[in-house]
């Protein structure tokens, strides 16, 4: 058996307000929309990953979600000019990672990172 794909569900009644966020600002690719349901993601192959977690780091809550990307800063920059708030960093840790968390529309706390 080998697990070919992990899909964290968010529960809204907004599906669309979903573009702005991973759409528009983080540049995902809307890979399904039935109206009740729209899946972001990428056709790039991405790692299978699940943590499980005490606490987020350096003092920081758990975020819901995790996201990795190649330019932390230009997405920084992206999200202020979006008008979402960031509610850490940005920050260097010492485990090796650029972040800041921001939450999305839907109010989950989103972890973006980029390794140095």
């Given at each position: 058996?080998?697990?070919?794909?992990?899909?964290?569900?968010?529960?809204?009644?907004?599906?669309?307000?979903?573009?702005?966020?991973?759409?528009?600002?983080?540049?995902?690719?809307?890979?399904?929309?039935?109206?009740?349901?729209?899946?972001?993601?990428?056709?790039d192959r991405m790692q299978v990953q699940?943590?499980?977690?005490?606490?987020?780091?350096?003092g920081t809550p758990v975020p819901d979600?995790?996201?990795?990307?190649?330019?932390?800063?230009?997405?920084?920059?992206?999200?202020?000019?979006?008008?979402?708030?960031?509610?850490?960093?940005?920050?260097?840790?010492?485990?090796?990672?650029?972040r800041f968390y921001v939450r999305d529309?839907?109010?989950?706390?989103?972890?973006?990172?980029?390794?140095?």
């Amino acid at each position: 058996m080998t697990v070919r794909r992990i899909v964290t569900n968010i529960a809204t009644k907004d599906v669309a307000g979903a573009k702005r966020f991973y759409h528009d600002v983080l540049g995902l690719d809307l890979l399904m929309d039935m109206g009740w349901i729209a899946t972001y993601g990428s056709e790039d192959r991405m790692q299978v990953q699940v943590s499980f977690m005490t606490e987020g780091g350096s003092g920081t809550p758990v975020p819901d979600l995790s996201i990795e990307v190649d330019d932390v800063d230009a997405v920084l920059d992206a999200m202020k000019v979006a008008d979402f708030a960031v509610e850490y960093g940005p920050a260097d840790e010492p485990w090796g990672v650029r972040r800041f968390y921001v939450r999305d529309p839907f109010g989950r706390l989103v972890n973006i990172l980029t390794h140095r």
